[in-house]
Each structure stands twice: as C-alpha cells, then as structure tokens.
C-alpha cells in the first residue's frame, strides 16, 4: 500500500488549501481513510476521517466546520479541503488507511502512513 500526500504550501490566515493523498497498492473499498497533523513541538493528531465509501465522515473539535474531507473512488484519492486556516494549523499533514471499516480517530488503529505534506499559516 502506498500513501502520498501533496498540495501543502504556505499560506495567509485566512486562506484555503486542498491536500491531496493518492492511493495505491489495492482495492481500499471496505478502508477508512484519514488526515492527521503534528505541528513542531507537539504529538500527532487526529484531524479527519472518512469511509471508503463516502457515507461517513469524523471531524476534530478544532476543524470542524473550516475542514471538509472527501474522497474520489475512481482516482482512488482522498482529499482535505481546508478553509479560514489558522497560524494554529501549521503542520505536517499526514494521511493514513486503516482496514477497520469503522470511522475512528484513534490514530493507533490506523496501518498504512503516507509521507507528510507541510503546511504553515502565516499570520
């Protein structure tokens, strides 16, 4: 299984970004998909999640509302729209599968990692 993740940058407070993670490897149809962040200084956190299938979707206290993730079947790519960014989001974005069809932000029960994408928010 492969993860990769893009479309990180630096931008304004304010302003919008979409990450994007491609996935590859083998059918993902029964798989969760999610977003997690670690900012410098500070341990990994659960950001968003999503079914396979599009039907359910868990979003962090902290996102909700600004972040919106989705997902693409037919390009097997799963993305984070990401609006009204903060100087708190700064940090490295990293998505990630888990095979338990289950919506979770517990990121232990996650099994496949991509590499991260950084983001920084300037204020």
């Known amino acids: 299984v492969q993860l990769q993740a893009s479309g990180g940058g630096l931008v304004q407070a304010g302003g919008s970004l979409r990450l994007s993670c491609a996935a590859s490897?083998?059918?993902?149809?029964?798989?969760?998909m999610g977003w997690f962040r670690q900012a410098p200084g500070k341990e990994r956190e659960f950001v968003a999640a999503?079914?396979?299938?599009?039907?359910?979707?868990y979003y962090a206290a902290s996102v909700k509302g600004r972040f919106t993730i989705s997902i693409d079947n037919a390009k097997n790519t799963v993305y984070l729209q990401m609006n009204s960014l903060k100087p708190e989001d700064t940090a490295v974005y990293y998505c990630?599968?888990?095979?338990?069809?289950?919506?979770?932000?517990?990121?232990?029960?996650?099994?496949?990692w991509g590499q991260g994408t950084q983001v920084t928010v300037s204020s």
């Open positions: 990630a599968a888990d095979k338990n069809p289950v919506v979770t932000g517990n990121q232990r029960s996650y099994d496949y």
């Open positions: 490897g083998r059918t993902f149809s029964s798989y969760v």
């Open positions: 999503i079914m396979w299938s599009g039907r359910s979707t």
